[in-house]
C-alpha cells in the first residue's frame, strides 16, 4: 500500500506540475517513505505508467504516515536545563540542576555549588568534611532514598559527595604518579571534570561491600535495592554497565547523581545514560 500510495502521488505530483499545496504533502510523504528504505530504491520501484484512480485523492494520503512514535519517547525539556559551553568547553550555566559535566566540558576551576548542605543520612566516616556536602536539593532527595531503604531495612552509607576542584586535582594526580594517565582516566576525572565538584553526585556503599567503592557494591542485596530505588528519588546510577563507550567511565553502581525524578524515571525507563538522554531531549 505504502508504495502503490506513494507511485499515486508522484504521477499525481507530475500530473499537477507539484503545485505547492501538494509540495507540503509530498515532504511528509517523502520522510515516511525514506524512513522504510533508501531513496535508490524508492526511485527504482516507481513504474512509469499507473492508472491514476480517481478515489486516492491528496487529502487521503496523511492516513498513511505513521503515527509520531518518536515522539512519545522522546523528552520535552526547557532550554536552562541544557548545558551552554563557552568556546573551552567549559559550563556556563553552572547551576542548573541537569548540568551535564563529563571527558568533554567542564566546570570552571572556581566553581562551589552555593547552597550546599550536609544531608541527614549515615555516612561510612566521622567528622565534618566537604564530602559530606550536597546541593540542598539533591541532599534533600537522598535523605528520602535512605529513609526509604530504612523502612526496608536495607542498610546504606553515603562515601563521597561534594568535592572541590582543588581536592579533584590532589586525588587526579596521586592518580598519575601510581598508575599513570590512560589508568587514571578510565576511574577518576580530570580536575573540572568531576561530577563531584557539581554538589549533585553521591557515592554510597555498604558493610556487604565493605563500605568500599567497588563493582562488587552493584552485586550486593543493597546495590540491587538502589539500582531498583534510585529513579523514584531522582537519582540515576550516572556510569552504568556496559556505558564506558559513552560516559568514558567503567560501571560504578555506587555513584548516584541527582536529576530530579521526572528525568530519572524517563533514564531509568528507558536505559540510558545522562549523555544519551541529552542526545534525545527536545528544547522548549
Ligand atoms: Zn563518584
Redesign the pocket.
Known amino acids: 500500500m505504502k508504495k502503490k500510495h506513494f507511485s499515486v502521488l508522484m504521477i499525481l505530483m507530475l500530473l499537477t506540475g507539484c503545485s505547492k499545496q501538494l509540495d507540503d504533502i509530498n515532504w511528509k510523504f517523502w520522510e515516511y517513505f525514506t524512513e522504510n528504505g533508501t531513496s535508490e530504491e524508492v526511485v527504482e520501484e516507481i513504474p512509469e505508467e499507473e492508472p491514476v484512480e480517481e478515489e486516492e485523492k491528496p487529502e487521503d494520503i496523511p492516513q498513511t504516515e505513521e503515527p509520531p512514535e518518536t515522539d512519545e519517547n522522546q523528552f520535552v525539556l526547557e532550554e536552562p536545563f541544557f548545558t551552554v559551553l563557552n568556546e573551552e568547553k567549559v559550563i556556563e550555566n553552572t547551576d542548573n540542576i541537569l548540568v551535564l559535566v563529563n571527558k568533554d566540558q567542564s566546570l570552571p576551576a572556581d566553581y562551589i555549588p552555593k547552597d550546599l548542605t550536609i544531608p541527614d543520612v549515615p555516612f561510612s566516616f566521622e567528622g565534618d568534611y566537604d564530602k559530606k556536602y550536597l546541593r540542598k536539593e539533591a541532599a534533600r532527595a537522598l535523605e528520602g532514598l535512605f529513609a526509604e531503604a530504612e523502612t526496608e531495612n536495607v542498610e546504606i552509607f553515603a562515601v ?1 559527595g561534594y568535592r572541590s576542584y582543588e581536592t579533584q586535582y590532589g586525588i587526579y594526580n596521586t592518580y598519575v604518579k601510581k598508575w599513570g594517565e590512560e589508568k587514571t582516566n578510565a576511574v577518576s576525572a580530570i580536575p573540572g571534570h568531576s ?2 565538584q557539581t554538589g549533585l ?1 553521591m ?1 554510597i556503599s555498604s558493610r556487604s561491600a565493605a563500605l568500599d ?1 567497588t563493582e562488587e557494591f552493584g552485586e550486593t542485596p543493597e546495590g540491587k535495592w538502589v539500582k531498583e530505588h534510585a529513579s523514584a528519588h531522582g537519582f540515576i546510577i550516572r556510569y552504568p554497565e556496559d556505558g564506558e563507550v559513552i560516559t568514558g567511565y567503567q560501571y ?1 553502581p ?2 548516584l547523581r541527582y536529576v530530579g525524578k521526572e528525568v530519572a524515571a524517563y533514564i531509568d525507563e528507558h536505559d540510558l545514560t545522562l549523555e544519551e538522554f541529552f542526545d534525545r531531549a527536545i528544547k522548549q
Open positions: 563521597s561530577e563531584h553526585a557515592d567503592l560504578e555506587w555513584h
